[in-house]
């Protein structure tokens, strides 16, 4: 499969990269500078310019012949200016070029209480609004379209296991678990059209997923 992925550079994407290179995945990795392209490239992946926020059209040439997108980019700032920027309106340019570009299936990472912004943390009530209204965008996008949407992301190592359903508790989870999700939903037919909160558990991803069906 070729999938292209969305804030490449990032500390989620870049697991993503590397996962996806592990299953033997084509990938072009989706960067806002040329300068961070070393490190995909040393995975394996194709670096391409690809900033959300600058080139919808840029966007839709980068996509030509993808199968998928995985789009982890997010605003590091969380003023209410960059998330809207990023995280609402970047991604549904992403959206609207995946279309444009014949690509199929979106991945999108999300973020637990995306769906449901007045009971999350008040003070990231900006960054869930913004993905709220980009998660319905896909939703009623033509793609076929997955929303992971993880509990409070941790640098902690790889479990290789999580907690998935319709909505849970709120915690935390490793970004290379989350990371290991958003690619393993590429091969589970069940979370197509879905969505789903992930936080850390005791069952193995792929069971995890199938579970949820
Ligand atoms: N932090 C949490 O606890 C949490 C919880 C739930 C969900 N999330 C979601 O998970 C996402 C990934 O988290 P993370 O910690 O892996 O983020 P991160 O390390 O800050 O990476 C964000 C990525 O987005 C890229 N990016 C920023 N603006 C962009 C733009 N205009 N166009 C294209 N790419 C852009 C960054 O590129 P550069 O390297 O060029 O800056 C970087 O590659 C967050 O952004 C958020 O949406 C986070």
Request: proline content about 5%.
């Amino acid at each position: 499969m070729l999938v292209t992925v969305l804030g490449a550079s990032g500390r989620t994407g870049s697991h993503v990269v590397r996962l996806l290179r592990r299953h033997g995945h084509t990938v072009k990795a989706g960067l806002r500078s040329r300068q961070r392209g070393q490190h995909a490239a040393a995975l394996g992946a194709e670096p391409v310019l690809a900033d959300l926020t600058t080139d919808p059209a840029g966007l839709v040439e980068v996509f030509l012949g993808s199968d998928a997108v995985i789009n982890t980019a997010g605003a590091a700032d969380p003023d209410p200016s960059a998330v809207n920027m990023v995280d609402r309106d970047g991604t549904i340019a992403a959206i609207g070029a995946a279309e444009r570009a014949g690509v199929a299936r979106f991945v999108q990472l999300s973020a637990q209480f995306a769906d449901s912004p007045d009971q999350g943390d008040r003070l990231v009530r900006s960054f869930l609004l913004a993905k709220q209204v980009s998660d319905s965008a896909l939703r009623r996008s033509s793609l076929i379209w997955t929303l992971v949407r993880p509990g409070n992301l941790t640098d902690d190592p790889a479990t290789g296991r999580v907690k998935v359903a319709g909505h849970l508790e709120p915690g935390r989870v490793p970004r290379a678990d989350v990371a290991a999700v958003l690619v393993a939903a590429l091969d589970e037919p069940f979370t197509e059209n879905r969505g789903f909160d992930v936080v850390s558990g005791d069952t193995p991803v792929t069971a995890a997923l199938a579970a949820f069906s």
